[in-house]
């Protein structure tokens, strides 16, 4: 039998603005078949562009009903939430969800997800980190109070700064084109100056590699041999 590892979060893990080889799903199963190729991985994706945790609660059924049970769940929330009902919501309805899930799938291993770094002044309009930072405080107490492993993609993203390795977000997409996301660094010369060209929190491709690496080694850390349970 086969592991199903499901994705359940907003836009920054739908990846819907990707060509289907690069969306966050292939990427991330085609690193577990090499980590664990005695696993049957299988990867779906059910996140959605500017979801709320609020939001997928009223489509949880509807959601589950059309998969097979998963036996991993990856959650990745708060961007939209703390816009829309603030952290202290953010906190309420993320463990309404975590204990919904861990009710309905008692065998389930669950994985929180922090969100984005952004290279503020290099590469970004504002410093977006520390108005996140609350709401990625709640992903990691909770992963503590709950027992559940966090990816802290945050982390990973300013650790990968750091060594050099900043770009890991698209061009554009939502502030300078509406419509088609810049993947890569081809068309920076034409905005030197213009900041708004990199205020984007979406990974390209090379964001999704190293998000999808993060998620793999804490799977490897905690399941190192195999993910069947």
Request: hydrophobic share 35%; aromatic share 10%; charged share 25%.
């Amino acid at each position: 039998m086969g592991v199903h590892l499901m994705l359940i979060g907003d836009c920054t893990l739908a990846t819907s603005y990707l060509p289907p080889s690069l969306k966050h799903e292939h990427v991330l199963e085609k690193l577990l078949h090499t980590h664990y190729p005695d696993d049957d991985c299988r990867v779906s994706n059910e996140a959605l562009d500017g979801e709320t945790v609020v939001q997928f609660l009223r489509r949880y059924n509807r959601t589950f009903n059309r998969n097979p049970s998963p036996d991993y769940i990856f959650v990745r929330y708060g961007i939209n939430d703390r816009k829309t009902y603030g952290v202290d919501g953010f906190h309420q309805h993320l463990t309404q969800l975590c204990q919904r899930l861990q009710a309905d799938f008692p065998q389930v291993r669950l994985l929180l997800e922090t969100g984005i770094y952004v290279d503020y002044p290099a590469h970004y309009e504002f410093d977006r980190n520390p108005l996140l930072q609350p709401i990625y405080d709640v992903v990691r107490g909770l992963g503590r109070q709950l027992g559940i492993p966090v990816v802290d993609i945050y982390e990973r993203m300013r650790r990968e700064t750091e060594r050099g390795n900043w770009d890991l977000r698209v061009r554009g997409y939502g502030v300078v084109d509406e419509e088609i996301p810049v993947l890569g660094a081809g068309q920076d010369h034409l905005h030197e100056g213009d900041v708004r060209w990199w205020t984007n929190i979406h990974p390209n491709p090379a964001g999704v590699a190293v998000i999808a690496d993060e998620e793999a080694k804490v799977l490897l850390r905690h399941w190192p041999k195999t993910l069947q349970h």
